[in-house]
C-alpha cells in the first residue's frame, strides 16, 4: 500500500472566522498506515466526498470544542504552487505561479497534533486535476519483513529520495 501526501499552505473558514491552515490532501488509507485516530468524530473513507478531518487546534481556532465543531462546513483555499514560463523567453528557467483553489467540506472528525495553525485533511481526490505538483512524502506498508528492502529498491530505482526512521512490521 502505498499513501502519498501533498501539503498546501491555505486559509479556512468556518462561519465568518477566517484562519491560516496547513492543509494535507492524501488518501483514506493514510490515517491508519500513520496511526492516527479520531479523538471526536470519525475519519473520512473513499465513500465521502468532501469530507474533511481536522486537528483539535483547528477547534481551538475557531473557538469551539472538538464536539461542536463537527459537521460544520469548512471552506478551504489552497495556494496552489505551479511553474509557468516567462514568454518573452524560452530558455529562462521555470517561475513558480500561485493559483488558489477553493472549495467548501464537511467536518466529520478531529484529531491530536497537527501545526499550530491548524492541520486540516481531505481526500487528495476531492482536489481539481492538475492541483497536486509534488508530494511532501509518502507512507508505504508493505506484505512481510522480506519485502522492505525490495520496496526500497524500487522506490529508489523511480527516483524517490527514500528514508525511514525506522521499519515498522506489524
Known sequence: IVSPQAEFDGQMQVGEEVAEASISAIDPT???LDGRTPIAGRLFGPEDEHAAVVSASVAQLFGLTNEEVLG???SLTLFVQQPVRDSEDEDASAIIGTQSVTAIYQIVGVTEGGASAGT???????LPEGAIGQYAFGKVKVRDEQSIEEARTELI??????????????
Open 30 to 32: 493514510f490515517f491508519r
Open 120 to 126: 486540516v485533511y481531505v481526500d487528495r481526490a476531492s
Open 72 to 74: 460544520r462546513p469548512l
Open 157 to 170: 530505482n523511480r527516483g524517490f529520495i527514500v528514508s525511514s526512521l525506522s521499519d515498522t512490521v506489524e
